[in-house]
């Protein structure tokens, strides 16, 4: 996991992951914030997701439906 510390109100942040398998990105934060974004067959091995987050701290998770480990990478831009 990873912790992201956010200092702006309505920050503009887009979570990228790259791996194989059944992985998943998930993201909960300030004031109840989750998100849960699944890999699919068309996505080829490219999962994302963009959003405004508020002024806070939140967890950054990348897992894998099976329970299997594979190497990604998490890419998060501005």
Same mark, same amino acid.
């Given at each position: 996991?990873? *912790?992201?510390?956010? +200092?702006? +109100?309505? =920050?503009? /942040?887009?979570?990228?992951?790259?791996?194989?398998?059944?992985? *998943? /990105?998930?993201?909960? #934060?300030?004031? !109840?914030? +989750?998100?849960?974004?699944? =890999?699919?067959?068309?996505? #080829? !091995?490219?999962?994302? =997701?963009? !959003? /405004? /987050?508020? &002024? #806070?701290?939140?967890?950054?998770?990348? #897992?894998? &439906?099976? !329970?299997?480990?594979?190497?990604?990478?998490? *890419?998060?831009?501005?």
């Amino acid at each position: 996991s990873q *912790t992201i510390r956010v +200092s702006e +109100s309505f =920050a503009s /942040l887009s979570f990228e992951v790259k791996s194989e398998g059944d992985y *998943t /990105l998930f993201i909960t #934060g300030e004031n !109840g914030f +989750s998100e849960c974004v699944f =890999a699919h067959n068309y996505d #080829g !091995g490219v999962i994302q =997701a963009p !959003g /405004l /987050l508020d &002024r #806070g701290t939140y967890q950054v998770f990348v #897992g894998d &439906r099976s !329970g299997e480990r594979h190497p990604y990478t998490l *890419t998060i831009s501005q």
